[in-house]
């Protein structure tokens, strides 16, 4: 039955989306024109906060580039990649090739996001190099594995309350993983979408005798060949000293840094994975060719980032992201507030596709309500997360690395995900409002 709904959703997915980069231009024209009538900004006030907001996310945009870069570089280490390359021998067929990507790419996400997509686009290249299936399909089920990283342990909202003199600590205190990321509701949510997502799948594979979509080219690899004879730089390069040195010393910095009881943060796991390709690719040569491969995905983060910046500087500094939120939760109730939150924060993720910035606009809304309506301030911030990342199916920004590793174009994959987003977003409302 998915398979008849989500062909149909692929063609016409593939005839109408646009480049996630025309995306950005449209949704920067819609987030005007929507300040412009409703918040009674004008033209010229929304340019000028389009344009102050335009380069506020360089940092962020930056750490979000490392995040695929230095993922990229320790999935592709020959210890990871030998580990996926005997994960995929496992593959008995396509729907084996199906299944297990979607679980390899669930459980990574659920560790990390950025290593969860780097690890599924690399994992879904070496099972199309292995069963022949629709390498469209499996690229989307590799995706689809990211529906659980904001209710993971690098989830950013869960994280950010978690932490001691957060922004929002006056309001509702310092809140433990133990309440988010670990409580009851939480856990039975991510269990069934790591039970429902791979199910979901398989149930869209196409039927005896359909077209598969593969394209050899994609799976290509050019093995890199050594100078028969080294220049002294050429020697330099390919000698694993300095790589077990530098290494060496930022394993060092990791450990201290957790000993005096640093945290996890971007910058930390950014450092951590960089470190770790370092000793594991073995010598600057290998590292420099596997950024090489990296920075090619990392096109879209580089010219995207600052027109979503802009977006969010209208949104925010229009009233429009709390308008929405506003109108979303005006009706709720106690029990109710969870749901119609998680409803607002899927649809302000289009406009604000950032967990952190989104809590940042988010906050200052659901906080406020919950207190008045009695809702556990908790529960409340994991709602804005699973918005965030319920919508992330059909928001092409953070398809963006796993395409350019790939090779695919978002057309390619957003009809299988449109699917997800419907059935994901059933479970996770459902998990939200009753558990």
Not at 312 to 328: C, F, H, R, T
Request: hydrophobic residues 55%.
């Amino acid at each position: 039955m998915l398979n008849a709904v989500s062909r149909p959703l692929v063609r016409v997915v593939d005839r109408y989306l646009p480049d996630p980069f025309v995306f950005v231009l449209v949704l920067t024209l819609i987030a005007a024109l929507a300040a412009i009538l409703t918040q009674g900004t004008t033209p010229l006030e929304v340019v000028e906060i389009w344009g102050d907001g335009f380069w506020s996310l360089l940092s962020f945009s930056m750490q979000m580039l490392l995040v695929l870069v230095t993922g990229y570089m320790m999935a592709s280490t020959p210890l990871v990649r030998g580990l996926l390359a005997r994960l995929a021998g496992l593959a008995k067929g396509a729907s084996g090739a199906i299944l297990l990507v979607s679980l390899v790419s669930l459980a990574a996400s659920w560790i990390n996001w950025g290593f969860g997509l780097v690890v599924g686009a690399l994992f879904a290249k070496e099972l199309a190099r292995a069963v022949k299936v629709d390498y469209r399909l499996l690229v989307a089920s590799a995706y689809s594995g990211f529906i659980v990283w904001h209710g993971g342990l690098a989830g950013s909202v869960p994280l950010s309350i978690a932490t001691e003199g957060h922004p929002f600590a006056d309001q509702i205190g310092v809140v433990p993983t133990g309440e988010t990321i670990f409580s009851a509701y939480n856990l039975v949510i991510v269990i069934a979408l790591f039970i429902a997502v791979p199910l979901i799948n398989r149930a869209m594979m196409p039927k005896s005798g359909e077209e598969v979509f593969v394209d050899p080219e994609l799976l290509k690899e050019t093995p890199r060949e050594k100078p028969a004879s080294p220049t002294p730089a050429e020697w330099i390069e390919n000698s694993p000293l300095l790589s077990v040195l530098i290494g060496i010393g930022g394993l060092a910095w990791v450990a201290s840094h957790f000993a005096a009881g640093g945290g996890l943060s971007l910058n930390v796991i950014n450092f951590l994975f960089l470190t770790l390709a370092i000793l594991l690719h073995g010598t600057p040569r290998n590292l420099l060719d596997a950024l090489t491969e990296a920075v090619k995905g990392g096109a879209g983060i580089v010219i995207q980032f600052p027109f979503y910046a802009g977006i969010m500087a209208i949104m925010v500094d229009s009233g429009l992201a709390a308008s929405i939120s506003e109108g979303l939760i005006g009706f709720a109730s106690a029990a109710t507030l969870p749901f119609w939150t998680f409803l607002s924060a899927g649809v302000v993720n289009f406009f604000v596709p950032s967990g952190g910035g989104q809590w940042a606009v988010q906050a200052p809304v659901i906080l406020p309500a919950a207190e008045a309506l009695g809702t556990d301030a908790a529960r409340a911030a994991m709602a804005v997360a699973w918005g965030d990342a319920w919508t992330n199916m059909v928001q092409p920004f953070w398809a963006l690395p796993i395409l350019g590793i790939a090779g695919l174009r978002a057309k390619d994959i957003m009809g299988f995900c449109i699917v997800h987003l419907v059935l994901s977003g059933a479970i996770i409302a459902l998990g939200l409002s009753f558990l």
